[in-house]
């Protein structure tokens, strides 16, 4: 299994000049915890839920800030034919817990967060209880 076949297409993006009030909303209303931070859909940065509330916490008028002022710059991104093992150990290595996807020419295609991986153990844990009791006498 590649990562083209777990992540998460239709990725919530904005470009670096983006508002980190716009950022806020763009999370609340999609229900996400992030925005990949993109140019000419390359990714050049990650803002997350955390990024925008100790940004809250820290400025006095965040208004002002835009994506470029908070995100990571430069975030983990993982080609489109990596193995989950792979992506499991670079997000432990860096510390991330969410890895936009790219393909072949480096354009973003997706996502993959920690909650998709615990999801997508979860089923296949199921699988391998199925199989456990099938085989038990």
């Given at each position: 299994m590649t990562l083209k076949d777990v992540a998460i297409r239709g990725v919530e993006t904005a470009g670096p000049d983006a508002s980190v009030p716009m950022l806020a909303n763009t999370m609340d209303e999609k229900g996400v915890g992030s925005v990949v931070i993109t140019e000419e859909n390359r990714v050049v940065g990650i803002v997350t839920d955390?990024?925008?509330?100790?940004?809250?916490?820290?400025?006095?008028?965040?208004?002002t800030l835009t994506a470029a002022d908070v995100m990571a710059s430069e975030p983990l991104t993982m080609p489109h034919d990596a193995g989950l093992l792979e992506l499991v150990e670079r997000m432990d290595v860096e510390s991330v817990r969410r890895v936009p996807i790219v393909d072949d020419n480096g354009v973003i295609v997706g996502i993959v967060t920690?909650?998709?991986?615990?999801?997508?153990?979860?089923?296949?844990?199921?699988?391998?209880?199925?199989?456990?009791?099938?085989?038990?006498p």
């Open positions: 955390r990024d925008v509330a100790l940004t809250l916490a820290r400025e006095a008028d965040p208004t920690l909650d998709d991986l615990v999801r997508l153990l979860s089923v296949e844990l199921e699988h391998l209880a199925s199989i456990v009791e099938a085989e038990s």
